[in-house]
Structure formats: structure tokens, C-alpha cells
């Protein structure tokens, strides 16, 4: 009788008895995917499939001027430089490296298996070869 009197205390003590639910499972929110994302220089020159070199200014040239001319690029989803802005560089090569950027095609970066923007920085050199 002992083992009868706790079986039905056990049961009686259930939520379904006192009128309970069970919880839900706790249900994983879904994590939104940005629109755009920081990456380094080196992977997006990872994800370029077109580059097209600048034209080596002349009057640059005739000077003897080299350096690097560093830019500010966003990359949309399909892999398009859509916007560009100079961050370093000299006023004689900076015009040619721009020009030559914006041709510039990139794979478009995934995340998450979805295309998102890119923000990230180029540089393109320019060096005299003797």
C-alpha cells in the first residue's frame, strides 16, 4: 500500500495536475546578418577577379615621384567598387589610382551564405623600374 500512496502523491504533484504547462522550449533567436562588413586589406586583395593597373601619370613620371596612394573603398554585394575615397597619396598619382580602382571587380564576399557589402582599404603603388 506504501508503494500505491507514493505513486499517486508523485502524480499528484505533476504540473499537468495542477492545471501547468510545461514550458516551451527556449526557442534560438535568429541572428540578423549586417549589411556590411569590415575586412582587411589582404582579404579582399583575396577577392579581386579584375584589376586593372593605373596609368603611371607622366608628369609623375618625368618628376621621378613614387609611392603608395592608400584608399577608403566600400564594395557592394555584387562585387562593384561603389564608392572610393582618398586616405594618403600624392595629388599627382592619387587621380590615376582612383580611375584604375573603380574598374576593379571583387567576388562578392559571403556571410552566412549572403552577399554583403565590404569596407575596406587599398593600396595601390606606384614605383619607377631603372
Not at 502523491?9 to 499537468?16: D, G, I, L
Not at 567598387?81 to 574598374?103: F, H, T
Request: with cysteine; charged share 20%; hydrophobic share 40%.
Amino acid at each position: 500500500m506504501l508503494c500505491v500512496a507514493t505513486a499517486l502523491a508523485a502524480q499528484e504533484s505533476t504540473p499537468e495536475s495542477k492545471g501547468e504547462t510545461t514550458p516551451a522550449p527556449a526557442r534560438i533567436p535568429k541572428i540578423a546578418t549586417p549589411q556590411r562588413v569590415r575586412v582587411s586589406q589582404g582579404v579582399s586583395n583575396g577577392l579581386v577577379v579584375k584589376r586593372v593597373p593605373p596609368e603611371y601619370p607622366d608628369e609623375a613620371r618625368r618628376g621621378g615621384i613614387q609611392g603608395k596612394v592608400v584608399m577608403h573603398a566600400i564594395i557592394d554585394k555584387a562585387g562593384a567598387v561603389a564608392k572610393l575615397e582618398l586616405v594618403s597619396g600624392d595629388s599627382l598619382l592619387a587621380p590615376a589610382a582612383i580611375d584604375a580602382v573603380k574598374q576593379w571587380k571583387y567576388k562578392p564576399y559571403l556571410l552566412n551564405g549572403k552577399p554583403v557589402e565590404v569596407d575596406t582599404q587599398i593600396t595601390v603603388n606606384f614605383t619607377l623600374s631603372n
